[in-house]
């Protein structure tokens, strides 16, 4: 992830923000699995890097989560209307 600084002036913020999503977003996208706690560490395994990685899993595992029970939900829906 970009580690430039974050600006003060409102506007230079948001745009800053605006580029650390974008980084953030395309990371999840790749699925790559983070293992520094911060840009240029290394590789390592603190505790840290393996709670961040397993709320990240977690998140996507409640994110499928609800998919599947919409799509649960739909099929019965569909199921009815075919039925009734």
Known sequence: MDME????RYYDWMLWKMRQDKVRSENLKSN???RTSKLGEGIS???KVLTREINK???QVN???KNLEE???A???LQK???G
Not at 5 to 8: F, G, I, L, S, T
């Open 32 to 34: 790559e699995i983070d």
């Open 5 to 8: 600084k974050e600006p003060e």
């Open 81 to 83: 209307q075919k039925d």
């Open 75 to 77: 099929i019965v829906q």
């Open 57 to 59: 899993i977690k998140k």
């Open 45 to 47: 395994t603190s505790d």
């Open 71 to 73: 799509l649960l939900d």
């Open 63 to 65: 994110k499928i989560d």
